[in-house]
């Protein structure tokens, strides 16, 4: 069955730094991966995703996501953290046969001033 | 551009009560999904509808019921709410089901629902 692990509840970074969301995941067959943010009282929206080709993948906002096929990693990075990203970040994963789309638990990212 | 509306924002139910919470797309997809979404869970997925005319269950289905009214409208059903319902409710939509599409869902801004 597939699955997806963020193991980081929260991720506080410094404004101006680089920071890093970690997402693992596990999959049966070709894993399909998302990306997805949430500001308060919103519903998601899609920042990127990775379905074949380059491991490096550019999204919204400056936001990229690196594919490590080997450590079934799709870490989310940005070179230079804003205040403004500050929200709920959600890695997401399908096996490429199914209809369903699983979702991380989410992973609170606070940058600080 | 409204994308996905979901009503009402906010509910308060006594235990045993029902609700339908609405949802419409104006995006002419195809899939629809509701959600729920509680502290250190995530997300996760209660029906699906690939396309019209199609439901099937999710992760956590029970206690609930779907309807695929037409291909805009897609409603969720508590027949008889309790308390373990509690929770941040969201419809979704995309394009084509996963299974044919690398598309995104587009979500609602989503359903407080409380059961007391």
């Not at chain 1, 991720?11 to 049966?28: D, F, Q, R």
């Not at chain 1, 940005?78 to 199914?98: E, M, T």
Request: positive net charge; glycine residues 8%; proline residues 5%.
């Amino acid at each position: 069955a597939q699955s997806v692990a963020q193991p980081e509840d929260q991720v506080n970074v410094a404004e101006g730094n680089p920071l890093t969301v970690k997402c693992t995941y596990s999959v049966s067959g070709n894993p399909y991966l998302f990306w997805y943010v949430q500001y308060p009282n919103r519903g998601l929206q899609f920042l990127l995703k990775y379905i074949t080709g380059d491991n490096l993948v550019k999204g919204s906002y400056g936001f990229e996501a690196e594919f490590n096929k080997s450590q079934t990693s799709f870490h989310l990075k940005k070179p230079s953290a804003l205040v403004s990203d500050s929200a709920l970040y959600f890695c997401a994963v399908r096996d490429g046969r199914d209809d369903k789309i699983i979702f991380g638990k989410g992973t609170r990212l606070h940058i600080l001033p | 551009n409204a994308g996905v509306t979901q009503t009402p924002k906010f509910q308060v139910l006594k235990t045993g009560q029902s609700m339908t919470l609405q949802c419409a797309q104006d995006m002419n997809h195809n899939s629809m999904y509701w959600y729920r979404q509680d502290p250190g869970m995530g997300l996760r997925l209660i029906y699906y509808s690939a396309s019209e005319g199609t439901t099937d269950k999710g992760e956590v289905p029970n206690g609930y019921n779907v309807s695929r009214l037409n291909k805009r409208e897609f409603s969720l059903r508590l027949e008889s709410a309790a308390p373990s319902q509690t929770s941040v409710y969201f419809c979704a939509s995309s394009e084509e089901s996963p299974r044919y599409s690398n598309q995104p869902q587009h979500f609602g801004d989503g359903t407080r629902l409380s059961i007391l």
